[in-house]
């Protein structure tokens, strides 16, 4: 029935329009919480991609080290060798002491293991009054 041009609502109309309203409200914060919950879990495995894709922590660590051996007086000597195949190892003398040509020789080797082709590469060196004199069998020969 109207009243006035307008339309009135008798009880039963308008419950039933007051249980419209709320099933549609009850379904808007559920696909609202749906989609709350899929953008969370759209996250989580971005997250765990970027997790699992990210390389693996290696840590070197040193295995063996030769205790530096330094008075100050004629030379040195120290050495180590770390759990990824890197070695060093150098020792120097000091040659004509107290003359004009003294010189300090420095000799050693370093190694290292190429991680793609498992290889070991050494360097002996020579190193006095004369320069840098490397030597390893993968190294042109001068």
Do not use: W
């Amino acid at each position: 029935r109207k009243v006035r041009g307008e339309l009135v609502y008798t009880q039963s109309n308008f419950g039933s329009r007051r249980n419209t309203i709320k099933s549609l409200l009850i379904s808007t914060i559920h696909i609202s919480l749906l989609l709350q919950t899929r953008v969370a879990i759209i996250a989580l495995c971005a997250l765990m991609a970027v997790a699992i894709a990210a390389p693996p922590h290696d840590e070197t660590v040193v295995v063996k080290e030769t205790p530096l051996d330094n008075i100050g007086v004629d030379g040195y000597q120290y050495g180590y060798e770390l759990s990824n195949g890197q070695a060093h190892q150098e020792s120097a003398q000091l040659v004509n002491a107290g003359h004009e040509n003294e010189a300090l020789v420095v000799r050693g080797s370093f190694s290292y293991v190429d991680p793609e082709t498992n290889v070991r590469y050494t360097v002996n060196y020579v190193a006095d009054e004369n320069g840098f004199h490397p030597e390893g069998a993968h190294l042109p020969s001068v």
